[in-house]
C-alpha cells in the first residue's frame, strides 16, 4: 500500500514562490497517476493540478494555471507542486493524492490515496 506524505508548506509573503514535495512509500510509484488539491477555511476540496505516471501530461484548475506547475520523479517516488507568484487565495492545505492507473484525474473521488496535508499560508 503506498503512503503518501506532503512536505514543504509554510508561511510566505504574496508574491513568493513555494514548492510542495509529497514523497511516496510502499509500493510502485510509477502505477498512479497523481494530483494536487488544496482546502481552504470553510470551503470544499479543490482541484490543483494532475499529472499521469509518466509525467507527460498535466492538468490545472484556471485559478492556478500559468502560476503553478506539477512534476513527478518516478525514481525518487516523489511529485512536486511548483507554486509562484502567490497570492493570498493560495491559503489552505494542500493535499498529495493518488489515482491507481495511468490516467489523471480532476475529481477528487477518483483519488484512492490521500496524504496528511501541509498548511500553506500566504500574507498579503
Known amino acids: 500500500q503506498v503512503k503518501l506524505e506532503e512536505s514543504g508548506g509554510g508561511f510566505v509573503q504574496a508574491g513568493a514562490s513555494l514548492r510542495l514535495s509529497c514523497t511516496a512509500s510502499g509500493g510502485p510509484f510509477t502505477n498512479y497517476a497523481m494530483g494536487w488539491f488544496r482546502q481552504a477555511p470553510g470551503k470544499e476540496r479543490e482541484f490543483v493540478a494532475s499529472i499521469n505516471w509518466g509525467g507527460s501530461n498535466t492538468r490545472y484548475s484556471g485559478s492556478v494555471k500559468g502560476r503553478f506547475a506539477i512534476s513527478r520523479d518516478n525514481e525518487n517516488f516523489a511529485v512536486y507542486l511548483q507554486m509562484n507568484n502567490v497570492t493570498s487565495e493560495d491559503t489552505a492545505v494542500y493535499y498529495c493524492?493518488?489515482?491507481?492507473?495511468?490516467?489523471?484525474?480532476?475529481?477528487?473521488?477518483?483519488?484512492?490515496?490521500w496524504g496528511q496535508g501541509t498548511q500553506v499560508t500566504v500574507s498579503s
Open positions: 493524492a493518488a489515482r491507481r492507473g495511468p490516467q489523471q484525474a480532476v475529481l477528487s473521488s477518483e483519488y484512492d490515496l
